[in-house]
């Protein structure tokens, strides 16, 4: 198999993801670094695929990872499909996207359909004394829905396979992708 070839499979795979639930990396983990270099790791659900190196999320723009991606925008993302055994990962620059017309064809398509996901009236972290303070939404405000969206600048498959693993690697800048096979 070409590595060409390899690449298109893993990326259909993600693809596939945007628009199936059940799909293994509909949930994907998204990294972040804190601006005192502390790692952090969430689970987070991917939305859209464009141009086959920039990954969409939603999420609140008053969460920590919105915070630390102002700080530092480097971030990573790994995906899993256990049946499969493939792994890919992403690193790459985020940025958070609040208004425009991205955002809005968003809200509208999708955000709005899940509007108590983003719409709380307290926001994600508030220390509560009792977990029913949680659930007060404003579900016509899109005002903290927001758009992550992850620009992809190296990107790393491994397929499992016993004992002849594959392994590519992918490096994205400025309009030019260079891959090659690497070992495992």
């Not at 969430?42 to 630390?68: N, P, W």
């Not at 955002?103 to 999708?110: F, L, M, P, R, V």
């Not at 992708?177 to 070992?183: E, K, V």
Request: charged share 25%.
């Amino acid at each position: 198999m070409a590595i060409e070839e390899a690449w298109k499979k893993v990326l259909n795979e993600v693809s596939i993801a945007t628009e199936d639930p059940g799909h293994p990396f509909r949930n994907l983990t998204l990294a972040t670094v804190d601006n005192e270099g502390v790692p952090h790791q969430r689970t987070v659900i991917l939305r859209d695929f464009m141009k086959s190196s920039e990954f969409l999320i939603y999420t609140d723009s008053r969460s920590a990872k919105v915070k630390q991606i102002s700080q530092n925008n480097s971030v990573s993302l790994l995906f899993y499909d256990d049946q499969k055994k493939l792994q890919l990962q992403v690193n790459g620059v985020a940025s958070v996207i609040t208004n425009g017309h991205l955002h809005e064809e968003h809200w509208n398509n999708h955000g709005r359909k899940r509007a108590r996901s983003f719409t709380s009236v307290l926001k994600p972290g508030t220390i509560l004394e009792n977990p029913e303070d949680a659930y007060e939404w404003n579900p016509e405000d899109s005002s903290c829905f927001c758009i992550i969206q992850i620009r992809a600048r190296e990107m790393e498959f491994l397929q499992l396979d016993g004992h002849r693993h594959l392994r590519g690697f992918k490096w994205l800048e400025d309009e030019v992708q260079q891959h090659s096979w690497i070992a495992p």
